[in-house]
């Protein structure tokens, strides 16, 4: 099985990844994915998303959030591969995925896991583009959607 948790700075194939870890379970019968796709920006002149981390205190989190959504979930087995650097639009930038006996707990799991990407992973992204660079501020529909975890 790949390793289950990944930073990486290299692209990766969505759907080979996806194989991968669909072919690593057993005994699940859902298998569900997420991949998030680096967008532009309203103004349509991205020119890259920098994302950065923290080496090592990155993966501990990313440790920390799969092994609740297992826990939470019930789940076979779950995979979390997020891009760090430079990367241009419509690049993969992130994958989770889940497997479980049953697909409502595939997919909650895998939606548990987003939001908890989008709202507690240490990354910090930077839009650059033709007016300059800026960090992009978190969001409050990102803390919206992971209160409903915290009920």
């Given amino acids: 099985m790949p390793d ?3 930073v990486q ?16 379970v057993s005994g699940a019968g859902a298998v569900v994915s997420f991949s998030g796709i680096t967008r532009d920006v309203a103004t349509g002149d991205l020119q890259v998303m920098e994302i950065e981390h923290y080496p090592g205190m990155t993966e501990k989190a990313l440790t920390d959030i799969r092994a609740q959504a297992i826990d939470r979930f019930s789940l076979t087995d779950a995979m979390i591969l997020h891009r ?14 889940t497997a479980a ?17 989008k709202s507690r992973a240490p990354f910090w992204k930077k839009e650059v583009t033709a007016a ?6 978190a969001k409050d529909e990102d803390e919206d959607a ?4 915290m009920r």
């Fill in 4 to 6: 289950p948790i990944r």
């Fill in 9 to 24: 700075q290299a692209a990766f194939d969505m759907g080979a990844e996806l194989n991968a870890f669909a072919a690593s």
């Fill in 84 to 97: 760090y650097g430079p990367l241009a639009p419509s690049e993969p930038i992130m994958m989770v995925a």
């Fill in 101 to 117: 006996r049953h697909r409502a707990d595939a997919f909650a799991g895998a939606e548990f896991l987003m939001d908890y990407l």
């Fill in 132 to 137: 300059g660079a800026a960090w992009v501020d």
């Fill in 146 to 149: 992971l209160a409903r975890w």
